[in-house]
């Protein structure tokens, strides 16, 4: 099926499956906001999605406000949780790594809801969180059939699954074995959990008793999160990150997110010559400013209490990117050894007739993240805390109540002739490269938005079950520039059609006039809505 972009008048929704799509539509149309919608196409996901994102997970925001009302400032939010008080390193004696599976995984607080609270705080909306969650229970308690993705990651992932303690088995293989495509997948715990926060409030999760279940579940379960640490965390709103362009001003998340990678690449980009879309210098530049940008993330990114590193001021710093930029040669690839980052999401956006646009996302990190489902609530908890590097001292090192580099960014670009983009994708360590290459693409050679996200694409390390360092690209990009990419010195390596590798990405635009466009990965699940 042939793809093409979505129009509306009236408000736009993009998510990596079209009933999550709906959802939030369905709210925009009942004269909900586009923080609302969002936060029904985020609670639907966590039902329809579960191998992707959950509620037991992290999210992030980045909103623009009206130019009227909120006077188009960007703001953002972090629903990310830290470690817990009894996650410290003797918890992990004898051990190289935290496990990434299992209760010790389980070793972070899930900040997702705490996000949804603090996005609506300042949204200003009128709808009852019942009305913002009916989509999402209804779903969780009569079942939604399971997509081809996500039988096949039930599939490929149940061996190392079934075997965790906890509820996985009786949600994920209610018949003995993983659900395939068109089985129905029902969660009437989590319906049951989702009721609870739309009658006691979102921050029940933390404090009340739906945060008592949550704990005595996790405790039985073996994961070091207390009752303490679930009442201790409050959701975050630092200032997003942004760099200039030609033409554009870019914002995306602070740290601990990748969000400062994802603007230095485009940064460097906007000094290079870009040749045609996807030729050689388009690609070659893309990846070469990749690399230097993951240089100084893999350095400096991570919880910012841990580090002084002022990322905003590189990116005011304009001859401080011109100097990162003649870094890198126009005809030869810098080696590339470095190991990659692990993890998978969902980002979705909302726009609505206001003039409001969301970007956001979240995550479980791995897919059905530590494999802990929680028997009484249904909640599918996060392995964030597995990238925690088990050292005293140094980046991401394990520290109770610190928060792990997150490879999560939310994106969103307004450019100087009134356009607002939101924009995103999973795929951790791809996301800042599949950002990278469906802007460009949109916006520096006027591609169509739907075209920008169709075409094949490329990455640089990580792909799902495998960790490597070679340039994967899809088929479908001229036959010379495999060869020339390889002439310059790139580890390619072909892995042929379309595929989820790639990430599930997303974009929609706030066009001048008021209108919108909106698109979605033929990778995923995904559907626009619009009206």
């Given at each position: ?19 999550a799509?709906?959802?939030?539509l369905s709210?925009l ?9 969002t ?8 039902v ?5 994102t959950a ?6 925001w980045?909103i623009?406000?009206p ?15 830290g ?6 390193l ?9 496990p990434?599976?299992g209760?010790l995984?389980a ?8 996000g949804?609270a603090?996005?609506?705080e ?5 709808l ?14 009569e079942?939604?059939p399971?997509?081809?993705g ?15 303690p906890g509820a996985?088995a009786t ?6 074995r ?5 089985d ?9 959990t ?5 009658s ?7 404090r009340?008793d739906?945060a ?5 579940d996790?405790?039985?379960?073996g994961?070091?999160v ?18 200039p ?6 914002y ?5 997110t990748q969000?400062?990678?994802?603007l230095?690449i485009?940064a ?6 870009a040749?045609?879309v996807d030729?050689f210098?388009h690609?070659?530049g ?6 230097q940008?993951?240089l100084?993330?893999?350095v ?23 100097e ?14 470095q190991?990659p ?9 909302a726009?609505d007739?206001e003039g409001r ?7 479980t990190?791995?897919?059905f993240?530590?494999g ?5 609530t249904g ?11 088990l ?8 520290k ?7 490879t999560l960014?939310?994106?969103?670009a307004?450019f ?14 791809g996301?800042p490269?599949?950002q ?6 949109y916006?520096r050679f006027?591609?169509?938005l739907q075209?920008?996200?169709s ?11 495998e960790v490597?360092?070679s340039l994967?690209?899809e088929?479908g990009?001229d036959?010379?520039?495999?060869a ?7 580890d ?6 379309l ?5 599930h990405?997303g974009a929609?635009v ?8 909106g698109a ?9 809505a619009?009206?």
């Amino acid at each position: 099926m042939t793809l093409t972009t979505v129009t509306g008048r009236n408000g736009i929704v993009t998510a990596p499956h079209r009933l999550a799509a709906e959802a939030g539509l369905s709210v925009l149309m009942d004269g909900g906001n586009a923080v609302e919608a969002t936060v029904a196409v985020a609670a639907t996901l966590a039902v329809v999605y579960p191998h992707m994102t959950a509620i037991g997970g992290d999210g992030f925001w980045v909103i623009r406000e009206p130019a009227g009302q909120g006077g188009g400032t960007v703001h953002s939010v972090h629903g990310c949780g830290g470690a817990a008080a009894g996650a410290d390193l003797s918890l992990y004696a004898g051990l190289e790594t935290v496990p990434t599976r299992g209760p010790l995984a389980a070793n972070t607080v899930a900040g997702t809801i705490s996000g949804w609270a603090a996005a609506l705080e300042s949204a200003g909306g009128t709808l009852p969180l019942g009305r913002l969650l009916r989509d999402a229970i209804r779903y969780a308690q009569e079942g939604v059939p399971v997509t081809a993705g996500g039988a096949a990651i039930a599939l490929a992932k149940g061996d190392e699954l079934r075997a965790a303690p906890g509820a996985y088995a009786t949600v994920f293989e209610p018949e003995g074995r993983p659900l395939a495509e068109g089985d129905v997948l029902r969660n009437p715990a989590l319906a049951a959990t989702l009721r609870k926060l739309a009658s006691d409030g979102l921050d029940s999760f933390y404090r009340g008793d739906l945060a008592a279940l949550i704990a005595e579940d996790l405790a039985a379960l073996g994961s070091p999160v207390s009752a303490a640490d679930l009442a201790a965390h409050h959701a975050t709103r630092p200032a997003p990150l942004s760099v200039p362009i030609r033409g554009a001003r870019l914002y995306n998340s602070a740290p601990p997110t990748q969000g400062f990678a994802s603007l230095v690449i485009l940064a460097l980009f906007d000094r290079l010559a870009a040749g045609a879309v996807d030729s050689f210098a388009h690609v070659h530049g893309l990846v070469e400013a990749t690399k230097q940008a993951f240089l100084l993330r893999d350095v400096h990114v991570g919880d910012p209490a841990y580090t002084d590193y002022d990322f905003q001021g590189l990116l005011d710093d304009a001859a401080a990117l011109d100097e990162l930029a003649a870094r890198i040669d126009p005809a030869q690839a810098l080696a590339w050894p470095q190991p990659p980052q692990w993890g998978d999401t969902c980002w979705f956006g909302a726009a609505d007739a206001e003039g409001r646009v969301v970007s956001s996302i979240q995550s479980t990190y791995f897919e059905f993240g530590s494999g802990l489902v929680l028997p009484q609530t249904g909640i599918v908890w996060q392995n964030r805390g597995s990238s925690f590097r088990l050292a005293e001292t140094g980046w991401n090192a394990l520290k109770p109540g610190r928060k792990p580099f997150h490879t999560l960014n939310p994106a969103l670009a307004v450019f100087e002739d009134g356009r607002v983009m939101a924009y995103g994708t999973m795929g951790g360590e791809g996301q800042p490269q599949t950002q990278a290459a469906l802007f460009s693409r949109y916006a520096r050679f006027g591609v169509d938005l739907q075209q920008a996200i169709s075409a094949p694409r490329w990455l640089l390390g990580r792909t799902w079950g495998e960790v490597t360092t070679s340039l994967k690209l899809e088929d479908g990009f001229d036959e010379a520039l495999y060869a020339a990419l390889a002439e310059a010195g790139h580890d390619v390596e072909r892995v042929g059609p379309l595929t989820a590798m790639m990430g599930h990405a997303g974009a929609l635009v706030r066009l001048p006039d008021g209108s919108f466009e909106g698109a979605t990965d033929p990778r995923s699940d995904g559907g626009v809505a619009a009206w």
